[in-house]
């Protein structure tokens, strides 16, 4: 079994380049583990995109390598959720295979806050995770859960610490790893790949809300630590 952490407690796990090259590497170098568990330091899971240090779309391109890394890993990928697992948290959270989370932790995608769009990816692997209703409450609401409301819904396997994931990987780690590789490809064929948009007219919005001063008008307003103002363009 292999732990991998997100280590920027300081600014609750947020991702920025360096921390998903160093989750990339983390994963590489994990190759001979059977299981892996993906958690986040000093209480938190992962508060999402870092955008103090989030200046172009290559966050996007970078994003998705990590998501892919974890979700077609033909491995188990457990996180050990606690604290924040907000946007691009939610996102790492769902690209594992089985999450544990304490009732303090909270999921979420607040996208529509700040003018920003997941891919179609995302949507759809939220859908199937949490219901349709729940997702719906997540992405257009810009509604968070808690752990214990995440675990109703199913999100959420089981609830627990760091230690139930890491006991949980110990369980996963003695079973047949060929059935398991052949168990999770079946399931992931179930879905589109990460970032691919095979809908003219979702590529389009998502150009749209990526390209808008919208989205501008988002970042300044979180940097600010002010209400946003859209304007729909």
């Not at 290559?58 to 996180?79: E, G, N, Q």
């Not at 690209?95 to 544990?100: E, I, K, S």
């Amino acid at each position: 079994m292999a732990l991998v952490t997100i280590d920027r407690p300081e600014r609750r796990n947020a991702l920025n380049h360096e921390a998903l090259e160093q989750l990339l590497d983390a994963h590489r170098r994990s190759v001979n583990a059977r299981v892996l568990v993906l958690t986040g330091a000093g209480g938190h899971f992962c508060a999402g995109a870092d955008l103090l240090s989030v200046e172009d779309g290559t966050f996007t391109a970078l994003l998705r390598k990590v998501l892919t890394a974890f979700r077609d890993d033909p491995r188990p990928v457990v996180a050990a959720i606690d604290g924040a697992a907000l946007g691009a948290g939610t996102q790492l959270a769902i690209a594992c295979d089985l999450r544990v989370a304490t009732p303090s932790a909270r999921f979420g995608v607040p996208a529509a806050k700040l003018g920003l769009m997941v891919d179609q990816w995302t949507i759809q692997r939220l859908a199937l995770l949490a219901g349709a209703g729940p997702a719906r409450a997540m992405l257009l609401g810009a509604d968070t859960f808690d752990g214990q409301a995440a675990f109703q819904m199913g999100l959420v396997q089981r609830m627990g610490s760091l230690d139930a994931a890491l006991g949980w990987a110990d369980e996963l780690a003695a079973l047949a790893p060929l059935t398991l590789a052949a168990m999770k490809l079946g399931l992931n064929r179930l879905e589109i790949p990460v970032g691919h948009l095979e809908d003219p007219a979702i590529e389009a919005a998502w150009s749209a809300a990526w390209g808008s001063r919208d989205l501008e008008e988002g970042i300044a307003a979180f940097r600010e630590k002010r209400p946003a103002v859209f304007r729909g363009r």
